[in-house]
C-alpha cells in the first residue's frame, strides 16, 4: 500500500532506526534530522507559501497528526515526530507522503 493512501491509526509503534531510514526511500527529499523527519519546502512567494500551509493544516487535521512548522516569506519547513512513541512512527511517513501530494 502507497504511503499516500493511508491514513493515521491512533495507535502506533515507535520504527526502529533501521525501519526509518528505509522509509526514506517512500519521501521525496525528506531526511531525519534529531529524531525528527524534516524536510523544507521551497515557493515563489509568500502566498504560495501559506496556501502550502493552510493545505497542510487540513491534512493534520484529518490524520490527527500535526507537524512542526517554520514559515517564512517563501518557505516552511516541516518537522515531524510521534510524541507518544518519542520518536518517529508510521504516521509521519503516512502524512509526509501527503505533503508531497500537495506540491
Known amino acids: 500500500m502507497s504511503l499516500v493512501t ?5 495507535t502506533v509503534t515507535r520504527l526502529t532506526d533501521t525501519d526509518a531510514r528505509n522509509l ?3 519521501v ?4 531525519i534530522e534529531a ?16 496556501a502550502f500551509v493552510n493545505a497542510s493544516a487540513w491534512v493534520s487535521h ?9 514559515i517564512t516569506y517563501n518557505t516552511c519547513r516541516v518537522a515531524y515526530d510521534t510524541h507518544s512513541v518519542d ?17
Open 28 to 31: 521525496n527529499g525528506w531526511a
Open 6 to 10: 493511508e491514513h493515521c491509526p491512533a
Open 35 to 50: 529524531g525528527k523527519l524534516v524536510k523544507t519546502f521551497k515557493f515563489k512567494n509568500y502566498y504560495d507559501t501559506m
Open 87 to 103: 520518536g518517529l512512527s508510521r504516521n509521519d511517513y503516512v502524512c509526509a507522503a501527503k505533503l508531497d501530494a500537495l506540491i
Open 24 to 26: 526514506l526511500a517512500e
Open 62 to 70: 484529518r490524520e490527527d497528526h500535526h507537524p512542526e512548522l517554520h
